[in-house]
């Protein structure tokens, strides 16, 4: 394996702002002037078992400038997670296309794919220098600040969140129940309470890190409509009772025998039809929380730039088996940096959100804003409520 | 009644520019010197009611000027429909405070309201001028060539379908269903098709005005779904069968007696998944149809400004028993103007969506983006799709 060549994967749910990482790292091998050819594999895992690369090389530069405003990812993704069998053909593919640097964009999973690919390469001997480069809306990733694709998802929970409120509150006929992305991790949801700052409106969250006692809920929930203000609650996908019983049971089970994800918002707003005689509606905008560009954090599109780049740079500077990491201090204004973490460190490591940051069980505390305000992009909208 | 003031109410649900036309008529109003006090009604007809007014005459110019960002009702709305018995005590608070110019900003319900009250005052011998502003995101107002608040809504649901297709094609391991608002107008629905021409997923396309045969729905789904591109079905929350029963029948009634709205989407991913044994999921932004300011149409914001400037304009210089009514040109290039158009004709009325733009069932003809895609605002995302 000479490696002289570049590849370049997508693994699992795409961001607002992957691509912008993709735009990174191909301008800047550009501008270094690397040398091989630059290939992408067409639906991540998929693309390099098949063999079938996208060569993107000659892509004109308004092309791939056009990354920074395409939501999902321009090369493909899946959800395979490759097998002890799956690692000698990801070695014939990377020797058959001459790759000399292999970047793999993802979370947890990738990450540990990566830290695979980087130990089989140094086994045999290779030429092959491995970075992963982090993205994922769930932010669950260990040893960065945050991780690319939360800002914009943190952004759009928050102020999506905020029109509903207002909406909400304008025309107060129901409780506006919001579902949010983050299976296990809390950190988009809890974004979503910034909703309660930005308009006059009172606003419950719930994370699925906190079990969740329906009794409860409803209790709150009736509690606070009865003031008459209107009322958003915003609930994860992921909720689940004091058992660890997801709330949404939908009974369904789909073609692989998996139960329907989602759902939660319906359910709650449900109980408090049937419960409390308070109509409701259940909104869930689902897979556009991760790709919608009006909402874009301008922090977090530059940061998933950068990391696509920091990524490049380390690896024609002969570093390997490292993930891109991002540094940030808030103080006295907010800055980031890319450093380099070990990925043998980082694979299937998991960020939770701190449950301190949670108070009475729906309310989302002062010291989780500290953290993701300055990622989401800083300029936030200023409502007129004249009501 | 002396009629020196003015009164402004809002009626139904929100858009994201009706605070556009409260915008344009209090600037007008200052603008022109009118003397009197500007009042708005606290939560619509609500307000109007109970004699329970805002006084906007002293709110601050920047204040006013942040209406343009502000989506829901600023100065709160209503869906309280007026009866006989309650038209004596809307005089009255018209009376008590001293109004001369009433405008009323909504859609059918709010000029059938508008056009009593000016008949009303007309019998009474009152000085009062009464100008319906339209407003409603459905785009079933007659006598207009589209109504405010509508373009905002058709680029949200045509930009938010890109994005969910993007995602959908990018990473096709299910079918997305998207459900838009309109329970019995096609016209947003609609928009979403525009996602088939901003990308390269397949998109089918179900409006509320025609019965759907699900045997076909699931047929046509399996069909483009086995060509391997992704598949985003984009329904109406209203969709009936041939028998007129809505297609989303969850069997549970809130406390008023009223079956649950919404629920289609979920309802044929329940179907493919059931039926098709593919895998699917359902996404449902809801309210965000109307509510999202950073996918508002400048042309929408524009013309609602102008809606309710023009409404000032016009009672001021005498005029009453009308609807602003916005006259549009597509060629050379789009331009629009507002007129007026008698209430008496306008109420209760509605445009429904012509159905000869709509092609086998589940595909939007070139005729119905001619007329709307200048309403959506010109600038249309241009994405890289590399894959």
Redesign the interface.
């Known amino acids: 394996m000479s490696g002289k060549n570049i590849l370049i994967a997508h693994g699992g ?2 961001t607002a702002v992957i ?1 912008c990482s993709l735009q990174g790292a191909v301008e800047t091998a550009r501008a270094l002037g690397a040398g091989g050819r630059i290939y ?1 594999a ?2 991540g895992a998929e693309g390099i078992l098949a063999g079938d690369l ?1 060569d ?1 090389t000659n ?1 004109p530069a308004d ?2 400038a ?2 920074a ?11 395979r997670k490759l097998t002890d069998a799956d690692y000698p053909t990801v070695l014939q593919t990377l020797e058959r296309f001459d790759v000399g640097c292999f970047f793999y964009n993802g979370g947890n999973d990738s990450m540990d794919t990566c830290h695979k690919v980087s130990q089989l390469a140094k086994q045999e001997g290779l030429d092959l220098r491995v970075i992963g480069i982090p993205k994922t809306m769930d932010n669950d990733l260990v040893l960065t600040d945050h991780c690319p694709g939360f800002g914009s998802a943190a952004r759009y929970a928050a ?2 969140a905020s ?2 409120a ?6 107060p ?1 129901h409780v ?1 129940v919001m579902e949010l992305m983050g299976r296990n991790a809390g950190w988009v949801t809890a974004a979503s309470a910034l909703a309660a700052r930005l308009t006059n409106c009172p606003v419950l969250t719930y994370l699925p890190e906190l079990p969740v006692d329906e009794d409860k809920m409803l209790a709150d929930i009736e509690s606070v409509w009865a003031k008459g203000k209107g009322l958003l609650v915003t609930v994860s996908e992921g909720l689940r009772d004091s058992a660890g019983k997801p709330l949404a049971d939908t009974g ?1 089970v ?3 025998g998996h139960t ?4 939660t918002a ?1 359910h709650v ?2 109980a408090i ?2 419960k ?13 929380g ?6 874009v954090s301008q922090v977090d599109r530059t940061e998933a730039y950068d990391a696509g780049s920091a990524a490049v740079y380390a690896a024609l500077s002969g570093r390997s088996g490292s993930m891109v990491s991002i540094q940030a201090d808030r103080e006295p204004v907010y800055a980031s940096r890319m450093e380099l973490a070990p990925l043998a460190d980082v694979a299937n490591a998991e960020k939770k959100f701190p449950l301190e940051w949670v108070e009475d069980g729906c309310r989302i505390a002062d010291a989780f804003f500290d953290y993701a305000l300055p990622l989401m992009g800083g300029d936030l ?7």
């Open positions: 749910g795409p691509n992408a067409r639906f996208i993107l892509v092309t791939i056009r990354l405003d395409t939501p999902a990812s321009a090369i493909g993704s899946c959800r102020i999506s029109e509903l207002l909406d909400a509150s304008a025309l006929i506006v369904i789909d073609g692989f329907i994800p989602g759902g319906q707003t449900d039809i049937q409390l005689g308070i109509k409701s509606r259940a909104e869930k905008p689902g897979l556009l991760r790709a919608s560009i009006p909402y909208p200023q409502y007129a409520i004249l009501r």
